[in-house]
């Protein structure tokens, strides 16, 4: 029994230790945010100019994670003002009917040194739909966030009638961020 006593006292103190919380990170410039499709066989880019991610973030703390990244839509842009008009409107992100897309991960795993998956919701005109990130981590005085997704836009009800035909039009766009971050105080 004296033996058993430290044992259960040394796993009684790990249980009653707060877990460790993740850092809270504010995006600071050189992040982006963009998008990668095509048109009729031709690959066009663009970004969304105003995005604004709420961070927090340990690999350590995994549990206490949680990314919330709000977007406006209507600063979505690829340089090519038609495109850009067509986007923004109803048939597309429908800017002035549903002003803002929204990405929240709380569920994150590792995958290899550095690698993590973010399974979280993204909501856009209105649908919700399960999307998961693929991030890197660089840690240090100013961490930053590498990440890729595949959206598949007709499950938003981006671009129906016409523009349903995936041999103009790919269902599947590519999205990427690069965050530079900076801790919060705290």
């Not at 048109?39 to 995005?51: C, L, P, V």
């Not at 429908?94 to 909501?123: H, K, M, P, Q």
């Amino acid at each position: 029994m004296r033996r058993l006593l430290p044992v259960l006292i040394a796993v009684a103190a790990l249980l009653a230790a707060p877990a460790a919380d993740a850092r809270e990170y504010r995006m600071q410039e050189g992040s982006f945010l963009q998008f990668t499709s095509s048109y009729d066989g031709e690959s066009f880019d663009g970004r969304f100019a105003r995005f604004v991610p709420t961070l927090r973030f340990d690999p350590a703390a995994l549990a206490s994670s949680r990314f919330d990244v709000e977007i406006d839509l209507a600063s979505a842009s690829t340089g090519h003002d038609e495109r850009d008009e067509v986007l923004v409107g109803d048939e597309f992100f429908d800017a002035a009917g549903i002003a803002t897309a929204r990405y929240v991960a709380t569920t994150f795993r590792r995958t290899g040194e550095g690698r993590f998956v973010a399974e979280g919701t993204l909501t856009l005109r209105g649908i919700a739909r399960p999307v998961a990130l693929e991030f890197t981590w660089r840690p240090g005085k100013r961490p930053v966030l590498d990440g890729e997704a595949t959206v598949k836009r007709l499950a938003f009800g981006i671009g129906e009638g016409d523009w349903a035909d995936t041999t103009v039009l790919p269902d599947e766009v590519k999205v990427r961020t690069h965050l530079v971050l900076a801790p919060l105080p705290g």
